[in-house]
């Protein structure tokens, strides 16, 4: 019998039939589906390398350079310098780009719903076959890379893990991190391997697996002192801080905090300026230290409006509801996590947070429940209305 090319012929198939379903449903938007993709892949990952970006979304890298240039362009993306690596740079949505998405947003929920409606089997059966497809392309791709080029290799795994980190699936994100780790480690790229022992330390400390956190994060911290990677022992030492804040021990914390804001803030990068005073917003509402708490909070989503970091602002505010909570505000607070829950840029992490904490105050998941509308409860903060 000979080879069944169906699959991949029918694969295509859809792919056309899903630009063309979007067209019409998005012919109001201004966007065309492709940018929207494009859009999109950033939005849930911001900020996100074009490789990921390549990768999360299947457009070869030279295709991809010239749409994010179109998207650039259009004010609705912005680049700004990596971090640690100077050949590449991380993409975020500007406030245009945020506003666009959430317009085109009530277009893709009708064309789930107008699909769902005629699927003879459950949506998520779908999902979770077109997962597995995708998964097994990418090994495909990564396969036929050549087998010499580390680097290729590293990068391909690294945004991978962060991939399959941002949709919850934690088991292949560590064990995609994990390989990153070897292959930086082999080529001696020690930026890149403390990026991954960051990555990799998180990953397991927000599943609780705090023994298994702590070698990494010194291992981090001594790559950093050994190689003189001032740029980026920020980072590591942040990781130590919340750890130490995790195990209970918070005068360690906050001597770790200490040592990140000795730095100049002028060479922070906001997620860590801005994970800092969120550290120290949820230490002080331990204490009972509410003024404090609130304080911190407000600088949270001051960097975080600077630098229009949403992944960091939501942190912030998921900070603000425990705040309103313990003030007696259980209405405000339960309307502010359930609108972050519903918030289609939420990461998985933070909606599992949210989940574990409205369940641990009785609220139901399921049930319809009061919203707000966050841009005003930012705006209120930050004004002091």
């Known amino acids: 019998m000979g080879r069944d090319d169906r699959l991949l012929l029918e694969v295509a198939v859809a792919s056309q039939y899903v630009v063309r379903l979007l067209e019409r449903q998005l012919e109001d938007t201004g966007i065309a589906p492709s940018e929207l993709a494009l859009v999109t892949h950033i939005r849930h990952h911001q900020p996100v390398t074009p490789t990921a970006v390549s990768t999360a979304s299947g457009v070869p890298p030279t295709t991809l350079r010239d749409a994010v240039q179109r998207l650039v362009e259009r004010d609705l993306v912005r680049r700004s310098p990596h971090p640690t690596d100077g050949r590449s740079y991380l993409l975020e949505l500007t406030s245009r780009g945020e ?61 991978l893990a962060l991939l399959e980190k941002a949709r919850g699936h934690y088991a292949a994100a560590e064990a995609r991190m994990r390989r990153a780790l070897d292959l930086a480690m082999t080529e001696r790229e020690w930026a890149a391997a403390v990026s991954y022992l960051n990555n990799l330390g998180n990953l397991l400390r927000q599943q609780e697996r705090l023994d298994e956190c702590e070698p990494l994060a ?39 905090l200490d040592l990140v ?110 919203t707000v509308d966050t841009a005003l409860v930012v705006e209120r903060l930050l004004t002091g209305r």
């Open 261 to 370: 804001e000795a730095f100049d803030p002028a060479s922070l990068e906001s997620s860590v300026e801005a994970g800092a005073a969120q550290l120290r917003a949820t230490l002080a509402l331990e204490d009972g230290a509410h003024d404090q708490a609130h304080g911190h909070i407000v600088r949270a989503l001051q960097i975080c409006q600077r630098h229009d970091d949403g992944a960091n602002r939501a942190e912030a505010l998921e900070i603000h509801g425990r705040w309103l909570w313990q003030q007696g505000r259980a209405g405000e607070a339960e309307a502010l996590w359930r609108t972050l829950l519903k918030a289609p840029s939420t990461s998985a992490v933070l909606r599992d947070r949210l989940r574990a904490r409205m369940q641990a105050h009785g609220l139901a998941l399921d049930a319809d429940g009061p």
């Open 218 to 256: 010194r291992e981090a911290l001594r790559l950093c002192q050994q190689h003189g990677l001032d740029g980026i022992r920020p980072f590591a030492l942040i990781g130590l801080a919340l750890l130490h804040a995790a195990k209970g021990q918070r005068d360690t914390a906050r001597e770790y």
């Open 99 to 159: 506003l666009t998405a959430r317009a085109a947003d009530p277009a893709l929920a009708q064309a789930y719903a107008t699909l769902e409606r005629l699927l003879p089997k459950p949506l998520a059966d779908y999902e979770r076959t077109v997962h597995e497809l995708n998964a097994a392309l990418e090994q495909a791709l990564a396969s036929a890379a050549t087998s010499d080029d580390l680097g290729a290799q590293r990068r391909l795994e690294g945004n």
